[in-house]
Structure formats: structure tokens, C-alpha cells
């Protein structure tokens, strides 16, 4: 039986972009298939006791972005730790990849790209253009897909995903589910792999 990873992620989310490359490959290493679920983080982090990052104690916000800085070099990755666009809404970046999923087509590289384009090239992810851009760069047929993105069910199942990561007891973004276990944080991606090759 082929192991599933319940992804729960926002596209504006740093630690989701470092993780991204890394979980695809460690998916792809175990033949495991990955279930996307874009999610509001905020009903997740209301539920389970995090705070927004502007109402966090100064302490932690400076300590997030020593944590970014180790990870991104950690990762082979290039960040941008004070992102001109950020935050910013991910609505419609995050509704994209469910449009995507939906007209059964990978949303992985959008994705990625949509992460990058704010934690590396300073784009605003919630500018329609720069969604197209990610969109035609994967070879998507972009007005169709963020036709689809504005679409009562696409919202529906955003919804969906939210209410499903609440009962769930989701702490953040990124969350990886496997088997009913969840690896919160994309520091726990080594031990979602040791997971996988005990399925």
C-alpha cells in the first residue's frame, strides 16, 4: 500500500518554503504520495494556542529569524529574511494549488515557485500577476486555474482543509501527517523520512 503524507501548509509561510524541495524528495524517495491541503493558519493557531507573528513577545520574533537564517543555510537555500511583500494574503496563491488539485494536475512546482517568489525574488504572492507568472511558468493554463481559484468550491474545500487541520490538532504550517502521526515543522522532515521507511 502506497504511504500517504497529509501536507498542511500555507504558501506564505518561510519554514513551508524551507521544507518544500526536501519533502517532495523524501515523498519521492519512499513512493509515498503526497496529499496537498492549503490551510488558514489563522483558526490553526487559534485552536492551538500559537500567536500571529506580530502579537509575539520580541524575544520570539527575533529568535524566528535566527532560526530562519540556520535553517535556510541548513537547506542550501537562499532567503530573504525581511521580504518586502510579507505578509501578505495567500489566499489566492493557496487557492490556486487547489484548483490545481482539482483539475488533477501537480501543484508542487507552483507551489515552490510561489514560496520563492516572496522568501527569495521579493514579489507580493498576493498580486494575481505574480500567480500568473508562477502558473505559465509551470505550464499551466493560468486563466483558467485562477478562474477556478475564485470558485465557490475551491473556497469550500480551503474551508475544508482549515476545519479538518483544527479537528486534527494541526500546530502550524508545515504539518506532515502520516498515519495519524503528525511532524510539525519542516525541522522534522528527517524524522518523517525514518517514518516512511518503516511503513
Not at 126 to 133: K, L, T, Y
Not at 171 to 189: H, I, K, M, T
Request: include cysteine; charge should be negative.
Amino acid at each position: 500500500m502506497t504511504a500517504k503524507i497529509d501536507y498542511y501548509f500555507t504558501c506564505i509561510s518561510p519554514f513551508t518554503f524551507l521544507g518544500h524541495e526536501l519533502l517532495i524528495k523524501t515523498a519521492a524517495a519512499a513512493g509515498a504520495q503526497i496529499n496537498f491541503l492549503p490551510t488558514r493558519l489563522g483558526p490553526v493557531f487559534a485552536n492551538s494556542g500559537a500567536k500571529p507573528l506580530g502579537e509575539r513577545p520580541q524575544a520570539r520574533q527575533a529568535y524566528r529569524l535566527v532560526e530562519l537564517k540556520r535553517w535556510a543555510k541548513k537547506r542550501g537555500l537562499a532567503l530573504n529574511l525581511q521580504p518586502k511583500f510579507f505578509p501578505s494574503d495567500p489566499a489566492l496563491a493557496d487557492s490556486c494549488v487547489i484548483a490545481l488539485l482539482a483539475a488533477r494536475q501537480n501543484p508542487a512546482e507552483f507551489a515552490g515557485r510561489v514560496m520563492a517568489a516572496c522568501w527569495v525574488d521579493d514579489k507580493n504572492i498576493a498580486d494575481s500577476q505574480v500567480i500568473r507568472a508562477a502558473l505559465e511558468a509551470c505550464g499551466f493554463d493560468a486563466d483558467a486555474i485562477l478562474a477556478a481559484a475564485g470558485a465557490d468550491a475551491t473556497a469550500a474545500t480551503y474551508d475544508q482543509n482549515t476545519e479538518q487541520a483544527v479537528a486534527l490538532g494541526i500546530l502550524g504550517a508545515p504539518s506532515y501527517v502520516l498515519n495519524g502521526e503528525q511532524f510539525w515543522g519542516q525541522d522534522r522532515l528527517e524524522l518523517l523520512a525514518e517514518a516512511l521507511a518503516q511503513v
